[in-house]
């Protein structure tokens, strides 16, 4: 009972450290805008995003985000219109991708993927030379080279009479 309580409370302070990097990544960008006296809707203007991308951005809600090559763009694109080294806020935006992903059990990340690949087929990048055909039945083939046999007698025997009939 005391570990677990003892776990709980350290993944509490993980999140609540996650949480803090963000937060202190959107109000750095947030006190930059201000202090260059630029409205929101400037800013979204000027570097072509939506006032609510850069809202999120700004009070570091990225649950929002679908992409997070994306979102990084975002930032980056944000800071340097703000005159602000993009590369510091990216560092530590990845060390918040880091704590928050090294978090996940890996079991439960393998759970995950079960799930996924029962759920639906998925499709496998392999090479032309080793990708399986399509399997057919055999009486399909053995259809396929009768048919192929006999076309093949017929032309032959067609040949033959055309050849005796020249002759005559």
Known sequence: MQTEQGLFVILIFIIYKGVSILLEIGELLKNEREKAGVSLSEAANDIHLKDVILENIESGNIGCFKDI????????????????ESQDILDKFNEYMFEYTSRIPMKEIEK???????????????SPYTKPGKKYPKKTYYLLYGVSILVIIVIIIWSILQILSSRM
């Open 69 to 84: 090559a994306e979102l990084k763009e975002y930032l980056t694109n944000y800071a340097k219109y703000l005159g602000l």
């Open 112 to 126: 995950k993927l079960t799930l996924l690949n029962k759920e639906k087929d998925v499709e496998r990048v392999v």
